[in-house]
């Protein structure tokens, strides 16, 4: 799998699609609205008439405008609160790879353009930005809040020594009960790679002060196999393709060889890749899969 490829989620509204498809990811969103209420007051504090807001991974469906929409009600409640009279406006960028359902976005945004309405809603403009969020994104200093939810547990890529291996996850396609000690190793170097990479271009693109939402799927525990929804499914997911290998309508090579780019780490894992960058002020919650 080659790094920022088009894998993404299912497009439009149908009843296959993310669109129809992501009532958990919509009750993450709700969950942190209280984090995000506090990053922005904690910008708007220090921000002058501008403010830029990167949603990072985000998709396509009514997720994708809710984060606009919780991000102008957090900022309505401040102003009202403080008696902020500026005037700030407010730039979304909307980011996720480019086979991301982008018109669909688009398409749905004059129904989000009243968001709530009154003389309180700040002036907003939303712009799509495909890329991947493991390259450069934006200029140096220019971002106020990162917002990323449900995205960065997808890694760049399979690690490459898998790729090029590929009967040495034999059955499973990602971390199961039978995947060897060195795989494991590979998915955990791949998440370590890639996530410092994130944290070093989000940190050159933060401006002084700015602020990052992070919220994505995790392990509680040290322990490698992940437990809950997610296991289940990439168990189901896995016990399926198999019995299209037995009834010989996939070719068992191509299963041996299919490994998802996902790692779900622990929160020690993140603790450790976070600690180096702690004089930038990194809002974080981690969803526990585990």
């Keep these: ?118 003389k309180d809603t700040p002036p907003y403009y939303v712009a799509g930005l495909p890329g991947s969020y493991y390259q450069k994104l934006f200029p140096r200093r220019s971002v106020h809040l990162f917002h990323s939810s449900y995205s960065l547990m997808w890694r760049s890529k399979i690690p490459p020594e898998l790729s090029s291996c590929t009967h040495l996850n034999e059955g499973n396609i990602y971390i199961g009960k039978t995947t060897p000690p060195i795989v494991i190793k590979m998915f955990q170097e791949q998440f370590q790679k890639d996530f410092e990479l994130f944290l070093t271009l989000r940190s050159r693109e933060l401006v002084n002060g700015g602020r990052m939402l992070l919220t994505f799927l995790g392990r509680k525990s040290e322990e490698m196999l992940m437990h809950g929804d997610v296991a289940t499914a990439f168990e189901w997911v896995s016990i399926s393709l198999q019995s299209l290998v037995q009834k010989g309508r996939v070719e068992k090579e191509k299963l041996d060889s299919f490994n998802l780019p996902y790692y779900a780490p622990s929160v020690k894992e993140m603790t450790r890749k976070t600690i180096r960058y702690l004089t930038v002020p990194i809002v974080g919650q981690t969803s526990p899969s585990a």
């Design 1 to 118: 799998m080659e790094e920022a490829s088009g894998v993404r989620m299912a497009p439009g509204n149908g009843e296959n699609s993310y669109a129809t498809n992501s009532r958990l990811q919509e009750k993450a969103i709700l969950e942190t609205r209280p984090v995000l209420s506090k990053a922005i007051e904690e910008v708007l504090s220090t921000c002058d008439s501008t403010m830029v807001v990167a949603d990072l991974g985000c998709s396509s469906g009514p997720n994708t405008l809710l984060v606009v929409s919780e991000v102008i009600g957090a900022i309505r409640a401040y102003t009202k609160k403080a008696d902020d009279a500026r005037g700030v406006e407010v730039q979304f960028f909307l980011n996720d790879l480019p086979g991301n359902d982008f018109n669909f976005v688009f398409r749905s945004l004059e129904y989000y353009h009243n968001l709530g309405g009154g």
